[in-house]
């Protein structure tokens, strides 16, 4: 299966059109979270029924899993926790999204929602313990934030990931985790776009402002992934030793 991933588009209309135009090279897209920005002078409920459009496009094309995001929450639940209720299942026709499982063959996909507080991190929790249940050969997670402690959660100063996710990798052990969040991760020093946490590789093609976005085209067949940006490309296979960066370490204090 060839793949592409993306996220953090943040109504980036330019980077929607350029999803949209390769799609249909790939078996599989992925957006993984925040498709909206709630700082653009765009009204929330106008960018949702754009993104909506681009989103039903891209699915008639190719297979379309799109999770959501913080920036992607639109509404309050009857928990009082922030949901993405455009992005609840079978709302956008054609596309796999928040609380989906589904088969590609050998592969298992889960689609997690992001979650605003201990009831939806529960619901996530139960999401994941059901589909490790009936999990194929290979399972593939589609999860907006990346772990904790990861260098693909290093904003250049700080580590800003999900130390949930980090258990849940423990206890289950899919093979890929797909995520965003951090748009920083792959420019910084000691950051990266592909981790290493046991068995499972973690990926996240971070964000910058260009027609085409930062991505990550992974072939698990080839056991191949390849990071694409204005930097340049990279490529790991997957099959080969793995060396994690390291953030750098934080200067010596000296004495005032």
């Not at 135009?21 to 700082?39: K, T």
Request: glycine share 10%.
């Amino acid at each position: 299966m060839r793949g592409l991933l993306v996220s953090d588009l943040h109504y980036g209309l330019k980077q929607f059109d350029w999803v949209h135009g390769v799609a249909d090279r790939f078996d599989l897209v992925v957006i993984a979270g925040d498709s909206l920005d709630i700082s653009s002078v765009v009204a929330l409920g106008a960018q949702i029924v754009v993104v909506s459009k681009y989103l039903q496009r891209v699915g008639t094309r190719t297979r379309l899993v799109t999770s959501s995001g913080n920036h992607d929450l639109n509404a309050r639940g009857a928990d009082g926790e922030r949901i993405a209720t455009w992005l609840a299942k079978d709302r956008v026709k054609g596309v796999l999204t928040d609380g989906d499982y589904a088969e590609i063959g050998d592969t298992s996909i889960t689609v997690c929602r992001w979650w605003d507080g201990p009831l939806g991190r529960d619901e996530v929790g139960r999401q994941l313990a059901r589909d490790a249940a009936r999990r194929r050969q290979r399972w593939i997670w589609v999860y907006h934030a990346p772990p904790d402690h990861s260098p693909v959660s290093w904003t250049g100063s700080t580590y800003y990931g999900d130390a949930e996710l980090v258990e849940w990798i423990g206890a289950y052990r899919p093979d890929v985790v797909l995520s965003g969040h951090v748009h920083q991760s792959p420019f910084r020093r000691g950051g990266s776009w592909i981790d290493r946490i046991g068995d499972t590789w973690v990926f996240n093609a971070g964000r910058e402002m260009a027609p085409e976005p930062a991505h990550i085209v992974f072939d698990t067949a080839a056991r191949t992934a390849v990071w694409s940006s204005t930097s340049g490309e990279q490529v790991v296979h997957l099959d080969e030793p793995f060396t994690r960066r390291v953030a750098p370490a934080a200067p010596p204090l000296t004495p005032s």
